[in-house]
């Protein structure tokens, strides 16, 4: 009988081995409560695109002007002096300063390459060198791109125009000298200026006002100031 005892008896479990099953026990009921719960963190969602421009011509009488402001970087388009619209333009950065004066458009050039400035790109076209010019090494394999200044509208004989392009940060300089306007609107303006048009680049604020970050959410969230307001567009390869 005594042998009968020793083969029933319970088996006893030490105290070690009962504080690691405790410890997965616990473990086990915080991963159901996580995966259950119901008060997680919310996604964020992205801030909205600034608007870069709103356009209103009513195609009626009168010339169009126009006027760019270099603290504000902003450009106002007037037609027989009534306001039709106006857009961020990124013009000369430090060491490519966009001079002050009256212009008067000289040229038009729907399809335009710079001659001066462009990139380098590897042979899967990936930008390796985003601020080249003419003339510089062209590693083997690679290529030398010159960069498009598409919907050209030249304002000097030494290379400064008006054209489609980057505007990477609203409200702040970023060509070699040239004043970019936003790629998708462009257009609008080359379609309504002729060779004479003036152009009055200054040293004095915008009369529209740079856009405060909170404007820039509504009229983004809205679609814009205009049937024809845009977003920022996606970054591609830099231009002049």
């Not at 590693?139 to 509208?153: D, L």
């Not at 702040?172 to 257009?187: L, T």
């Not at 920022?232 to 002049?240: I, K, L, N, Q, V």
Request: hydrophobic share 35%; aromatic share 8%.
């Amino acid at each position: 009988m005594a042998f009968f005892e020793k083969i029933i008896r319970p088996v006893s479990i030490s105290p070690l081995l009962k504080r690691v099953a405790a410890g997965l026990a616990m473990l086990g009921g915080a991963a159901v409560l996580s995966s259950c719960g119901v008060g997680g963190a919310k996604p964020v969602p992205p801030p909205p695109e600034p608007v870069l421009y709103g356009w209103h011509d009513d195609g009626g009488p009168g010339k169009v002007t126009v006027r760019i402001s270099l603290p504000d970087q902003i450009a106002e388009y007037h037609r027989g002096g009534r306001p039709i619209g106006w857009s961020y333009v990124a013009t000369g950065k430090e060491g490519h300063g966009t001079r002050a004066g009256t212009y008067r458009i000289m040229e038009k050039i729907e399809d335009k390459y710079s001659n001066k400035y462009g990139w380098i790109e590897d042979e899967f076209g990936n930008v390796v060198d985003g601020d080249a010019k003419v003339g510089d090494r062209v590693p083997k394999g690679m290529r030398y791109v010159p960069a498009p200044m598409p919907f050209w509208m030249r304002l000097t004989s030494y290379g400064i125009g008006m054209h489609g392009g980057l505007i990477p940060e609203p409200g702040k300089p970023a060509s070699h000298g040239c004043i970019r306007m936003p790629k998708d609107f462009v257009p609008l303006v080359y379609d309504v200026v002729d060779v004479g048009t003036p152009v009055t680049i200054t040293q004095e604020p915008s009369r529209h006002g740079p856009i405060s970050p909170a404007l820039q959410q509504q009229l983004a969230a809205s679609g814009g100031p205009t049937p024809h307001g845009s977003p920022a567009g996606p970054s591609t390869a830099p231009m002049p």
